[in-house]
Nanobody, 127 residues
Framework: QVQLVESGGGWVQAGGSLRLSCVVS????????MAWFRQVPGKEREFVAF????????HYTDSVKGRFTISRDNAKNTMDLQMNNLKPEDTAVYSC????????????????????WGQGTQVTVSS
């Protein structure tokens, strides 16, 4: 059974930093792309960042470029999201997802490409 468990969320003032982690079990981690999405109540899940199976390729939504960094450690089956210079508009529940097929998904920003998700971790940024 595939399981994803996030950690590292919390409350921070604007300009602060948080580091999210996602631990994966039940799948050969190094074969699959991963991504972070976020969601606020009443809105659809929003793409945040993507990383290819061996970490060579990354993509970010425009609003987080230069502030967030996605990384992975295939030896530990973990993926991280370092978030710096946080803004109130970054407040959301952040979830990690694993691609539904080995290799690179066709549409990295589409949540339908990811078939398993973590439970989500709340990030709150106050102004």
């Amino acid at each position: 059974q595939v399981q994803l468990v996030e950690s590292g969320g919390g409350w921070v003032q604007a300009g602060g930093s948080l580091r999210l982690s996602c631990v994966v079990s039940g799948r050969t981690f190094s074969n699959y792309a991963m991504a972070w999405f976020r969601q606020v109540p009443g809105k659809e899940r929003e793409f945040v960042a993507f990383i290819s199976p061996i970490g060579v390729s990354t993509h970010y939504t425009d609003s987080v470029k230069g502030r967030f960094t996605i990384s992975r450690d295939n030896a530990k089956n973990t993926m991280d999201l370092q978030m710096n210079n946080l803004k109130p508009e970054d407040t959301a529940v952040y979830s990690c997802g694993i691609s539904g097929r080995p290799g690179r998904p066709g549409a990295v920003r589409d949540p339908a490409e990811y078939d398993y998700w973590g439970q989500g971790t709340q990030v709150t940024v106050s102004s």
